[in-house]
């Protein structure tokens, strides 16, 4: 029976659940560079340029492996700019009598795929994406009748059901989570590994110009390119990260230095995410180094709760919560992201180097996502949807799957605290305590009020003043409640009007980048 067997651009398995179900002697496999998965939000250049170039490989690696690789490029003059379009094409070269395709990682690619069965009266088989430990019906099933869900909980589920740091059934070192040794801040002089820089090769660097050519207006650059494109690179970063980076991952796992883009993390999610690496691989990999004494149980605890707690807990919520998780907005939040989000053109420290390192290379890391772009975003009011088509834009591991979740549910508490008990909010005080951008800073992060006060000061009492009736019974945010409300009522005044004339300069002075 003649098969084809679709592999999407994040499908990048040799072991992938459609591949297990055909034969490869009765199979096609179809590859193909669409327009519309291109640019139904402006990608990150080197995003784009990573995908491409990954798909190209992989197309390589599948017809090394015994598959017939149908390959479609951007620039075919016959693309027809969809999936949907170019399976239409493919039906008609092929004429399969049945598909087998994994099942897509978000929402909008789903509802193509299951209206292919009666698009063109074939059989659609879809399987079950197993490259994540938990299945819908099994997330489901967890959340079933919870008041709260809470990620620990399922964290623990998870480490139950691999085994990974078990003693029988206790948790290894007796206690789940260690994440209270984990809030270091980082000294420049201690020692950095690098992520590895990977030249591109002829494909690569066909890819890069293409993209440089057809993405003009996308936002970042392509300077500098040096991701892994290939399994064997990015296995190449992983056997790298896991012995130079872990041990220290999670002592400085929430730290920020200037100039330092990597520090500890292991910048391994592009690769996860597409499927070039197997995440609970990684995590066995971790395991093992804690169990011959190489790595300290607070890092490698941290990494593998980052996999199989957070991961997985944000793809259960995007499956859970359906396609209209994306227009939640439970603080009515309408204020339009400033302009310089894509530029990194502020003279706020912080954010400069957060956004300037995400247009050079599409990568931040979590700290920065969360307490600084994200903190911001919050405190003046943007929109979620427009905050989540920034973040699906900018970074080089955004599937909506993932950033979603982490955008409007985590960073801007958009679904009223489904999945996050209060909302990341938090006055420059964190951030300096975490990192050493205030002092490169022109604002005084000492400073609530006056020209030379750090922004974050006075948006971050007025967020909680503004918002009072929505959060102030929130218990976890009964201590700065109560600090902001004894506070002399000219003082709260002071601030507001701060926060105020902040905001009104904002408006004013940057326009916005959508
Ligand atoms: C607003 C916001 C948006 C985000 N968007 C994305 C996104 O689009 N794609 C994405 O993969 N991650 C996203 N994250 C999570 C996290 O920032 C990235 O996974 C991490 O920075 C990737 O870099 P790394 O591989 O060096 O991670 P490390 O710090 O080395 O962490 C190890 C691994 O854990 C996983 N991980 C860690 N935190 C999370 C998390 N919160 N959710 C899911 N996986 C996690 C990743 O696979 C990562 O590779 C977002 C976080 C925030 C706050
Ligand atoms: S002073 Fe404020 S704006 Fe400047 S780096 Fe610190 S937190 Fe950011």
């Known amino acids: 029976m003649k098969t084809l067997v679709p592999v999407l651009g994040d499908q990048l398995s040799l072991s992938l659940s459609s591949l297990r179900a055909a034969d490869p002697s009765e199979t096609v496999v179809l590859m193909m560079e669409v327009a519309e998965e291109t640019t139904y939000v402006r990608h990150h250049k080197q995003k784009i340029a990573y995908i491409l170039s990954a798909m190209r490989h992989h197309a390589e690696a599948l017809a090394k492996a015994g598959w017939t690789v149908d390959y479609v490029r951007l620039d075919d003059p ?37 209206g292919w069965e009666t698009l063109f009266g074939i059989s659609v088989d879809i399987r079950a994406d197993d490259r994540f430990l938990a299945s819908h019906a099994e997330f489901d099933a967890w959340a079933e009748g919870r008041k709260e869900l809470r990620m620990e909980f399922f964290y623990r589920e998870m480490r139950r059901k691999t085994a990974l740091l078990m003693d029988g059934n206790k948790p290894v070192g007796g206690r789940w989570n260690f994440d209270k040794e984990n809030r270091k ?41 040096a991701y892994a494109v290939t399994a064997n690179d990015a296995e190449k970063q992983a056997a790298y990260f896991l012995a130079k980076a872990l041990p220290q991952f999670g002592d400085y796992e929430d730290a920020m ?3 330092e883009r990597f520090l500890w993390h292991s910048i391994l999610s592009p690769y996860i995410n597409s499927g070039l690496l197997d995440p609970v691989d990684l995590c066995r990999r971790a395991e093992a180094e804690y169990r011959a004494g190489r790595v300290p149980l607070n890092s490698v605890e941290g990494y593998i709760r980052q996999i199989i707690g957070w991961r997985e807990y944000m793809r259960g919520i995007y499956w859970r919560e359906g396609p209209d998780y994306v227009s939640r907005n439970f603080l009515r939040h309408t204020r339009k992201l400033p302009g ?76 009223g605290g489904l999945l996050g008990s209060k909302p990341y909010v938090s006055s420059g005080a964190y951030i300096d305590r975490m990192s050493d951008y205030c002092s490169h800073c022109r604002y005084d992060v000492k400073q609530r009020v006056g020209a030379d006060a750090c922004p974050y000061n ?17 218990p976890r945010l009964r201590m700065p409640y109560n600090t902001w409300n004894k506070q002399s009522a000219q003082s709260r005044k002071e601030t507001r009007i701060q926060a105020e004339t902040f905001l009104r300069a904002l408006d004013k002075s940057t326009g916005t980048g959508y």
């Open 458 to 474: 006075a948006l971050y009492w007025d967020f909680l003043a503004r918002h009072e009736k929505k959060l102030g019974d929130n």
């Open 340 to 415: 310089w989000y894509w530029t990194g053109d502020t003279d706020m420290h912080c954010l400069k180097e957060a956004i300037g390192q995400t247009l050079a290379t599409a990568h931040a890391h979590h700290i920065q996502r969360l307490m600084v772009t994200g903190n911001f975003a919050l405190l003046i009011g943007a929109d979620p949807a427009e905050v989540h088509r920034w973040y699906l834009e900018v970074y080089i591991d955004a599937y909506e799957w993932v950033e979603l979740p982490n955008t409007l549910g985590m960073s801007q508490f958009g679904d």
């Open 185 to 225: 801040p980082a000294k420049t002089d201690l020692f950095m590994p690098r992520p590895h820089a990977f030249e591109p090769d002829a494909m690569t660097a066909e890819v890069l110009a293409l993209v440089e050519a057809r993405f003009a207006d996308h936002p970042g650059s392509l300077e500098g390119f």
């Open 257 to 259: 230095l200037t100039g």
């Open 78 to 114: 016959d693309n027809a700019g969809s999936f949907t379009g170019e399976i239409a094409r493919a039906v008609q070269r092929h004429a399969p009598e049945r598909i087998v395709v994994t099942e897509a990682g978000e929402w909008r690619v789903m509802a193509m795929i299951e």
